[in-house]
């Protein structure tokens, strides 16, 4: 008796049991793809479920068509006990190819092979459209304001209509057009069949013309330079001299630009490099003086700020009593910087040794000279003092002679022009040599 009531117990728990989790099975919806439906495409169902049990097995996916009424099957098992969880699985069943029509769409749930959920959808499958869109693109990346053409090549089509970002544009055959501002536009041809239409997007993309600015034209002082820079960013670059990198250095006057290329666009700037008028301190031709004689030399200009001579004084004028080479830098008010030099030489003007002029009777070999420079008085004369200087002026050597002939070494020398003063009882005369 006793196992009996248990027996009965172990129904009544399993009767109750089976009615709680049937309920722990539900279909909740159902959405098709694609929509809307034609018979030349696939379609397929999307199974939205609840589920309560986290032991539920999922056995499998079934459907039939049977006139205008698909019927799809989900089904699952579970065993006599339900161990609580909520999940809402979803199931996509294919239902390939269906013929054009309406249907009556019953979707099951089965758990233990009993129908515990059902609900009705309605599916509306179109007739294949016999319209193909399609359509080329003369480019599909332009500079703004450049013109693109759209050529259709669409089939089985009766009208067509183009669409700029989902705005409708023209209905002709092609379609051309072209951008005002930089961005991405999605480019749409719709092609229209008897009671259907079929369409294609393509994109463009619409790219703005670099920047590029070479600045004001602009004056430099003569011998000066300017940078000329194209910016930054570039895919490349031209200038007018063929270089191709982003900075130049122009110096000669004359006109300068420079072509700059990015995403397919290019732009072009142009700019003129002038020099300021050169400001001459004009120290006049190179002057032979008789000995005793002085000659002011004067740098004077009223565009200039500032004069430095081969001294470092720094007055408009200088004084010249002795032999040698003169020279003015002069710094105008625009910041530019002139030089001119002179070269001042002595001579006896009539008077010499022995009724001879000096500078007849000197002789300076070999010239030019590397490492020797002889200098002789023909006439057997004493030479008293040989001085020696630069082209700047500057004294490099002093040497008491006291004969008619002297050598000088040289070889330490610099390369270049170097004048020689030579004193001889009283009267003065100059050479130049080259040093080689």
Not at 38 to 61: D, E, P, Q
Not at 118 to 133: E, F, G, P, Y
Not at 208 to 230: E, H, M, N, R
Request: proline content about 3%; glycine content about 8%.
């Amino acid at each position: 008796m006793k196992h009996l009531n248990q027996l009965v117990l172990l129904l009544v728990i399993t009767f109750f049991s089976v009615n709680a989790y049937s309920q722990s099975f539900t279909i909740q919806g159902i959405v098709y793809s694609p929509i809307p439906a034609t018979s030349c495409t696939n379609t397929s169902a999307t199974v939205s479920t609840y589920l309560g049990c986290i032991n539920a097995v999922h056995t499998g996916n079934n459907f039939t068509i049977v006139g205008n009424t698909i019927t799809i099957e989900v089904a699952y098992t579970l065993g006599p006990i339900c161990f609580g969880a909520i999940s809402y699985p979803t199931h996509i069943v294919n239902l390939g190819m269906i013929p054009a029509g309406t249907y009556t769409v019953v979707v099951e749930g089965v758990l233990n092979t009993v129908i515990v959920s059902t609900i009705t959808s309605s599916l509306t499958v179109n007739n294949c459209c016999s319209a193909t869109a399609d359509f080329s693109i003369s480019r599909d990346t332009v500079c703004i304001n450049d013109s693109v053409f759209f050529s259709n090549a669409s089939t089985g089509a009766v009208s067509q209509a183009w669409y700029e970002n989902n705005v409708q544009v023209s209905t002709n055959n092609d379609y051309s057009t072209s951008f005002a501002t930089p961005g991405l536009y999605n480019i749409k041809l719709k092609a229209n069949a008897a009671g259907c239409s079929d369409s294609l997007t393509k994109q463009v993309w619409v790219t703005g013309y670099p920047l590029v600015d070479l600045g004001k034209d602009t004056t430099i002082c003569k011998g000066g330079s300017y940078l000329l820079f194209a910016g930054s960013g570039a895919d490349s670059i031209k200038w007018s001299n063929n270089s191709t990198g982003s900075l130049i250095t122009a110096s000669a006057p004359g006109q300068y630009w420079v072509e700059v290329y990015k995403n397919g666009c290019s732009s072009k700037d142009t700019m003129v490099l002038s020099n300021y008028p050169e400001v001459d301190p004009s120290l006049g031709n190179d002057t032979i003086l008789c000995h005793g004689d002085t000659l002011v030399l004067n740098a004077s200009n009223s565009a200039a700020v500032g004069y430095e001579w081969q001294d470092a004084s720094t007055a408009a004028t200088f004084t010249v009593s002795q032999a040698g080479v003169y020279t003015v830098k002069l710094t105008d008010n625009k910041g530019c910087v002139s030089i001119d030099t002179i070269t001042i030489t002595y001579d006896s003007c009539g008077t010499g040794i022995n009724e001879t002029n000096l500078e007849k009777l000197v002789s300076v070999f070999p010239n030019p000279a590397r490492n020797l420079v002889n200098i002789e008085l023909m006439n057997g004369g004493i030479i008293d003092i040989i001085e020696l200087y630069d082209i700047s002026g500057k004294m490099v050597h002093s040497i008491k002679a006291n004969d008619a002939s002297k050598t000088i070494d040289v070889s330490a020398l610099k390369k270049g022009v170097y004048l020689l003063s030579i004193k001889a009882q009283g009267e003065t005369t100059s050479r130049y040599f080259v040093k080689e």
